[in-house]
């Protein structure tokens, strides 16, 4: 759990918010607006806890159990009127409910160590004097998140060096990871082990911004670009293995020459959604649903419907256990 990254929205009926006077517009899951004039500073505007209390909370745990002893980063993704008036605030007890230590984080980003003696902790938003909110998201990661993956990160675009590399392969690996709710999505190391020459591309925003939003584009082009002038690479492919990711490998193969893109057979089946219709590059996913590929498409797992008890939970399966019958196809 240590190399995971934890991703908490603001919903509706999970954790406490201060509602005397409070205006809430709750329009996805990723996007909340909170007014109020009339609190004052200091006051906690939403609150979750660790402890898992169906009682009290209505709901199981709301946050990750989070690691004794380590360090974790904590990034507020929101923005306030006016500016610089929100604050994150941990409180951290122990079992016995005793409140051991409070860490106030003023800033957009900051870091925190988990006591070893704590039991559970509340995340807070605190108000430093403003009067509006457009809050998307919190994000808790590990130092080894990023140092286990080798990732850079661009606005929660979340881009690996090459990894295995093979001095005598020409061929490059483009892998999107299929977004999980609540989590930036990982590809099992041991899956990971298995591939050669791989670039891992996976995202911390709502449905990874279908990796097609205007500024994910550029990023991600602008990697290709940079590692086609340092290598030698006479073929790339792209490879997904689920409906956001498969669509993601075909868009941007039929943007490089000598692209291909690898896919499963549920390329682009999604239910719609309001989140989605408000979600970055959700225009770019339709179109490319609809539009005819003129690159060379390779569907390697065929996936059969879900049961349909099943459907509910269906954004929470990892179905990257798919990407076995990819590797069976290019290693033989």
Not at 251 to 266: L, P, Q, R, V
Not at 303 to 309: D, F, G, N
Request: aromatic share 14%.
């Amino acid at each position: 759990m240590i190399d995971q990254n934890f991703i908490i929205y603001w919903q509706q009926n999970i954790g406490k918010t201060y509602m005397y006077g409070s205006s809430i517009n709750y329009l996805t899951k990723n996007h909340v607006i909170f007014e109020n004039n009339l609190f004052p500073s200091g006051s906690c505007i939403h609150s979750w806890t660790s402890l898992g209390n169906y009682q009290t909370y209505r709901s199981a745990s709301q946050l990750p159990m989070l690691e004794k002893g380590y360090k974790y980063n904590i990034k507020i993704d929101a923005t306030t009127i006016p500016q610089n008036t929100l604050y994150i605030q941990f409180k951290f007890y122990d079992r016995y409910e005793n409140l051991i230590e409070v860490v106030t984080i003023k800033d957009k980003q900051g870091s925190f160590v988990y006591p070893s003696d704590a039991h559970y902790y509340e995340l807070s938003l605190i108000n430093g004097g403003l009067q509006e909110i457009i809050f998307h998201n919190l994000v808790i990661t590990n130092d080894e998140f990023i140092i286990k993956n080798r990732f850079f990160e661009y606005d929660g675009l979340f881009v690996s060096n090459i990894l295995n590399e093979k001095s005598e392969s020409q061929r490059l690996q483009i892998l999107f990871a299929e977004p999980v709710i609540g989590n930036t999505a990982i590809i099992p190391k041991h899956i990971i082990e298995q591939f050669s020459d791989v670039v891992l591309v996976t995202s911390s925003k709502l449905y990874a911004h279908f990796y097609m939003s205007n500024e994910y584009e550029k990023k991600i082009l602008g990697m290709i670009e940079k590692l086609q002038k340092n290598y030698e690479i006479s073929s790339i492919h792209f490879i997904g293995y689920g409906p956001i990711s498969s669509t993601a490998a075909v868009y941007y193969s039929n943007k490089i020459a000598c692209g291909e893109a690898y896919i499963t057979s549920d390329c682009g089946q999604l239910s719609l959604s309001r989140d989605m219709l408000y979600t970055d590059g959700y225009q770019k996913f339709e179109q490319e649903k609809l539009s005819s590929s003129n690159t060379s498409v390779h569907i390697y797992s065929h996936v059969p419907p879900l049961e349909p008890s099943l459907e509910l939970v269906k954004t929470l399966l990892n179905p990257s256990s798919r990407l076995q019958e990819y590797l069976n196809l290019v290693n033989n």
